[in-house]
């Protein structure tokens, strides 16, 4: 039986029991009505008309108004007769009435109008009774049928609540359970509903697309494996290490060369956790550190792990690579593991070791001869070995410059190996922040006079000591000074500010030059950048040794700049509290 044809079978059965029972009570019901007016209509209103007659029979009926008020009752009596007999009592009532009238004293004629009367009173009395007999009966009866076909009802609809929704549910449910069966790949699950109806059909397609899924399952196994085992060669025959973690962080897979440079083997890890595998090895211990972090910095700036492999010193650079997927029929993306890659930097570490050391050792080797050129330079300049002209002192001024420059740039270039090479010699004590700003003002005060730049400064009173290495960062002033003139306009103001800030002391230099388009302010501190455009000296190599310099004394240094309307360079060091 289709499910359909069920469900309108069970709706147009309740239907015909509701109207049905409504029918039966509404017969039943007026039955009871029409029983209750025959008795009110007639034999209540006889006794009611019989009861006036003897009040005014019992008065003075020789007084006009009793005499009009029993013709009244009388009359209407007559207009109610319903029973047999009553009506000879009613005429009875009226002759000897009349006969009463021509002699009121006549006690006879008064003793038998007041038994009529009785008679009269008895007789719808005994019909008042008789019908309130059946009025009951019916009630009776009404209450029987009404509840024998109520009860009839209930049991019917009672069945029907009971049966009707686990026919439809119980299939729905077992339907939905198979298919997460088959959703988990569980494709031997069937269904089996002994029905013709639509849930019939259903089971039936349900199963045959199982079996074909399994079908198909089955045929592509081989073709699975294959596919994995050239994914784990490929893994193994990877020159870089390579660790697999599944979404609980068991390791799934690690390729010959993480084994080699973990010392691991791969029967002792595989399928392990690897926080228990970390708890006795270092490496591992230190790939996996991110992992857990609760909100791990993944483009953060690392540096290089140093790891013994291929029997020397190598450097490796780590990355984690989450793998997430959109399941078929879902729309949020799932974690399902991570992947651990090391790339082998050794190479490109010795060679950039390798560059540091020759621009180190060529930057020393030029400091001698330009410092030569400069000490020549200054004895030309000497009146006592001979006076120079006019064009002879501009060619001089002009090699003076360019040897400054020359100098300068070598200066940097021996800073910027320090940096690379880790070699930062710093002497960190509590040092007087004024002193170190007056000492850098008055390295740029020539310079600012030449442009007639005013410097202003600004430094809040019961400033605190910087824990600094005075020399550095006094050098990292001088440079941002030195810029700040550079890109200032002529007779233009600069300020230089000093104060105590989240207990670090911050020193802030403010032009009011052309200042930085957004999109260079990120890259602002990278080496050997320049902002596009601008044609004037340097190397791009001050910002980037400023940073390393400040950073290597735990401080930081930023830029704030709008566009056309000046920059602020903000150094922060610790700053020493007294307790």
Not at 213 to 233: A, D, G, H, V
Not at 275 to 294: E, G, T, V
Not at 363 to 379: D, G, R, V, W, Y
Not at 474 to 480: E, R
Request: overall charge neutral.
């Amino acid at each position: 039986m289709k499910i359909k044809f069920k469900l309108t079978l069970a709706v147009g059965l309740l239907f015909v029991m509701i109207a049905t029972l409504t029918t039966i009570s509404a017969i039943y019901i007026n039955r009871l009505s029409v029983d209750a007016k025959n008795i009110i209509k007639d034999n209540y209103n006889s006794v009611s008309y019989s009861r006036e007659m003897l009040i005014a029979l019992n008065n003075d009926i020789s007084r006009d108004i009793e005499n009009k008020r029993f013709l009244k009752y009388i009359e209407k009596e007559k207009n109610t007769i319903t029973e047999v007999g009553e009506k000879e009592l009613a005429n009875n009532i009226e002759h000897n009435f009349n006969l009463l009238q021509k002699n009121t004293n006549d006690s006879a004629l008064i003793q038998n109008i007041r038994k009529d009367i009785t008679d009269v009173m008895l007789l719808n009395m005994q019909a008042i009774q008789r019908k309130s007999a059946v009025a009951e009966e019916t009630a009776k009866n009404s209450i029987i049928i009404i509840s024998v076909v109520g009860t009839f009802c209930f049991l019917i609809a009672f069945t029907l609540l009971v049966n009707l929704p686990s026919n439809i549910a119980n299939p729905i449910s077992e339907l939905t359970n198979s298919i997460k069966q088959i959703a988990n790949k569980n494709y031997s699950e069937r269904v089996h509903f002994e029905s013709s109806s639509e849930f019939g059909d259903l089971a039936k397609s349900f199963n045959t697309m199982a079996q074909k899924l399994q079908e198909y399952t089955s045929s592509n196994l081989e073709k699975l494996l294959m596919s994995k085992k050239r994914i784990e060669t490929l893994i193994n025959n990877m020159s870089e290490p390579v660790i697999g973690l599944d979404e609980t962080k068991n390791i799934l897979f690690i390729n010959n060369e993480a084994l080699k440079i973990s010392g691991l083997k791969g029967e002792e890890v595989i399928g392990k956790p690897v926080q228990d595998i970390a708890m006795y090895n270092d490496l591992i211990r230190s790939l996996i550190q991110d992992l857990f972090k609760p909100n791990p910095l993944r483009d953060e700036k690392k540096q290089p792990l140093k790891i013994f492999a291929n029997n020397k010193e190598s450097f490796f650079e780590k990355e984690i690579i989450p793998i997430k997927i959109t399941p078929t029929g879902e729309d949020m993306e799932k974690h399902i593991g991570d992947v651990i890659l090391l790339r082998n930097v050794t190479t490109y570490k010795e060679l950039d070791l390798a560059k540091t050391n020759f621009i180190g050792t060529v930057s020393h080797e030029f400091k001698t001869p330009i410092a030569s050129i400069k000490m020549s330079l200054q004895l030309l300049e000497n009146e006592q070995i001979g006076t120079m002209n006019a064009e002879q002192k501009e060619l001089v001024n002009s090699i003076k410059e360019d040897t400054n420059r020359l100098l300068k740039f070598t200066g940097e270039l021996l800073n910027m190996t320090q940096v690379e090479s880790g070699s930062i010699h710093l002497e960190l004590q509590p040092s007087d922040t004024a002193e170190i700003i007056n000492y850098a003002l008055n390295t740029v005060k020539q310079t600012a006079e030449q442009k007639q730049i005013r410097v202003v400064l600004k430094i809040a009173e019961n400033l605190p000591k910087a824990m600094a290495d005075k020399e550095k960062t006094a050098w990292v002033i001088t440079n941002l000074l030195t810029n700040a003139i550079r890109y200032s306009h002529e007779n233009s103001i600069i300020t230089i500010q000093a104060i105590e800030s989240n207990e670090k002391v911050r020193i802030s230099v403010i032009d009011s030059g052309q200042g930085i388009a957004p999109e260079y302010l990120d890259k602002i501190f990278d080496r050997y950048f320049r902002v596009p455009g601008i044609k004037k000296e340097g190397t791009g190599l001050g910002l980037s040794i400023s940073k390393e310099f400040i950073e290597a004394q735990g401080g930081s240094i930023t830029v704030e700049s709008e566009f056309g309307s000046g920059s602020r360079f903000n150094v922060e060091l610790n700053s020493v509290q007294i307790i």
